[in-house]
């Protein structure tokens, strides 16, 4: 059974640019987390998407957004990406709203690097 | 908002115990995580409390007092492949999980 898959696994873009990244959570898994990990910090909570509906975000600016497909995968988009965008953003996906006792399942992310 | 503490870094001798500590202070508290992330690679679940009291499974224990705020993860009989991040996770508000800075932790021989 295939655990959270993310692409790609590594991307390097311009400042100006924009970029979307892809995640595919655990088959039957109805909910999927966005987080930015910079080096050396904990992940930071960006978006959380149940049923196609955003149920929670962070605290980041109006250039990140994300959507959730009807198959329950996601695409995480940031647009006029700046230095301080570089870092690994990591997907999580849960059954429900993460009531669970284990939380989430996270897949391995997909590491930005903005020149 | 949340504001979860742990300290940065840890240093512990193999086949030692190290506890490492958590603070946090946050608004509709629903459970505690920790998760383990080797340098480069996913979390991933280690332990979860939501009532207080100690959860032990193998060499691995949590603890939770929700109201001093307070959790630790207690690492037992150290061997060298424990020597990554752990990360204490809260969920909280709309059910989001939010994590601290993690801390980084050496098993040296």
């Known amino acids: 059974d295939a655990g959270v898959t993310q692409s790609p696994t590594h991307l390097i873009k311009t400042r100006g640019q924009h970029v979307t990244l892809r995640c595919s959570p655990i088959?039957?898994?109805?909910?999927v987390s966005w987080y930015q990990q910079v080096l050396g910090q904990g992940p930071q909570f960006i978006f959380q998407?149940?049923?196609?509906?955003?149920?929670g975000r962070g605290n980041f600016p109006d250039r990140f957004s994300a959507r959730q497909f009807p198959n329950y995968s996601s695409e995480l988009n940031v647009n006029a990406l700046l230095l301080g965008d570089s870092a690994l953003y990591l997907c999580?996906?849960?059954?429900?709203?993460?009531?669970?006792?284990?939380?989430?399942?996270f897949g391995s992310g997909t590491r930005l690097t903005v020149v | 908002g949340q504001n979860i503490d742990q300290p940065t870094e840890m240093t512990a001798t193999e086949g030692a115990i190290v506890q490492i500590n958590c603070t946090y202070q946050?608004?509709?508290?629903?459970?505690l995580f920790w998760y383990q992330q080797h340098a480069g690679e996913a979390p991933t679940f280690l332990s979860y409390?939501?009532?207080?009291g100690l959860e032990e499974k193998g060499r691995f224990s949590s603890f939770l007092s929700r109201s001093k705020g307070y959790s630790y993860l207690l690492l037992k009989e150290l061997q060298m492949k424990d020597s990554a991040s752990y990360l204490c996770?809260?969920?909280?508000?709309?059910?989001?999980?939010?994590f601290g800075t993690g801390t980084r932790l050496t098993v040296i021989p």
């Open positions: 088959s039957g898994h109805k909910s």
């Open positions: 998407y149940y049923e196609k509906e955003e149920r």
């Open positions: 409390n939501v009532l207080d």
């Open positions: 996770a809260v969920r909280a508000g709309a059910n989001n999980l939010f």
């Open positions: 946050t608004s509709g508290f629903n459970g």
């Open positions: 999580a996906s849960s059954s429900a709203l993460g009531l669970e006792s284990y939380g989430y399942t």
